[in-house]
């Protein structure tokens, strides 16, 4: 590790107010040992003003490292930032905040919260909404999958398959950005290529999770991915819910939804939900403001 705290201007370490690689502003030396290597670099950075720190990982492909060689690495330190647009009551046809986007800068209360414990009474309230906001209706006597904006979703029984198999790896310090500002927390997951057994039809306890309901929890590690292992793996952010028009838990745990619902309830649908050393395949409420990512 390389501590880069000093006196003066370096008090809070390396300052980073350049927008190109400048060696004398931020710049080190490191001794690596002589070899074929693929390293996985870890900055750790921090917001002096809000007191928010973490850190920005950067995967370097294998590389043989001669003696005596000095071998430049610029760190483009860009944070991944994740848009506020894929939050959506379970396969709604419109997101949850359409037409009420925060990128409009609504005055007031009117537009999408972008912190937690923030609100707005602009959602979907019922299914007479507008903006075809609301969700889907229907199901409760046996299978039932998405047709709208959750069809192309993994299913329950592909959910159990990452939650089980998949080395859930939660990890505390990764930096990201959404809705203009900054957050950190999320978990890794083998992508499904990488998954032995994988297979859509059945979960991972060998039965049909659409036809059967069911949930539970799978324990997940505090040990990241090897850097050499890193390309085989994705990485979920903690993007939080939101729940009657308030924004909750951005930072603190994720919830994402599949394509089924419960088999034997119209108003409930399977979701995977991650956030510290846990990850859960659940059922909820289809009224809940949840992520609609298509996983890897």
């Known amino acids: 590790m390389l501590t880069t705290k000093g006196s003066g201007s370096y008090v809070n370490g390396f300052p980073l107010t350049n927008t190109s690689a400048n060696l004398t502003t931020n710049g080190s030396y490191m001794i690596i040992k002589p070899g074929t290597h693929t390293l996985r670099i870890r900055y750790w950075v921090k917001d002096v003003a809000s007191g928010v720190e973490g850190t920005i990982t950067k995967f370097i492909p294998s590389h043989t490292f001669?003696?005596?060689e000095y071998v430049n690495m610029e760190a483009d330190l860009q944070i991944k930032n994740y848009d506020g647009d894929h939050y959506y009551m379970w396969d709604a046809e419109e997101q949850y905040w359409k037409g009420y986007?925060?990128?409009?800068?609504?005055?007031?209360?009117?537009?999408?919260?972008?912190?937690?414990?923030n609100s707005s009474s602009n959602y979907a309230q019922s299914s007479s909404d507008l903006n075809h906001r609301y969700y889907h209706t229907g199901g409760g006597s046996g299978r039932f999958d998405a047709t709208h904006s959750c069809a192309g979703l993994p299913n329950v029984n592909e959910?159990?398959?990452?939650?089980?198999?998949g080395d859930p790896c939660w990890d505390?310090?990764?930096l990201w950005t959404t809705m203009g500002h900054l957050y950190k927390g999320g978990t890794w997951f083998k992508k499904k290529s990488q998954i032995s057994g994988y297979n859509p039809n059945t979960a991972v306890d060998g039965t049909d999770w659409r036809t059967n309901a069911n949930s539970r929890s799978w324990p997940a590690s505090y040990i990241l991915p090897?850097?050499?292992?890193?390309g085989n793996y994705f990485y979920l952010p903690c993007l939080g819910f939101y729940s009657d028009g308030e924004q909750y838990a951005v930072g603190v745990s994720g919830c994402y939804w599949s394509s089924s619902a419960d088999p034997r309830y119209g108003i409930i649908a399977y979701h995977l939900s991650i956030g510290g050393n846990s990850v859960y395949v659940?059922?909820?409420?289809?009224?809940?403001g949840y992520?609609?990512?298509?996983?890897?």
Do not use: I, S
């Open 101 to 117: 986007e925060w990128t409009k800068h609504l005055a007031g209360n009117t537009g999408q919260p972008t912190l937690n414990g």
């Open 291 to 296: 992520r609609t990512e298509a996983l890897q």
């Open 226 to 230: 090897d850097a050499a292992d890193a």
């Open 66 to 68: 001669a003696k005596n």
């Open 159 to 165: 959910m159990t398959w990452y939650a089980a198999k």
């Open 282 to 288: 659940d059922r909820h409420t289809r009224d809940f």
């Open 172 to 174: 505390v310090d990764e």
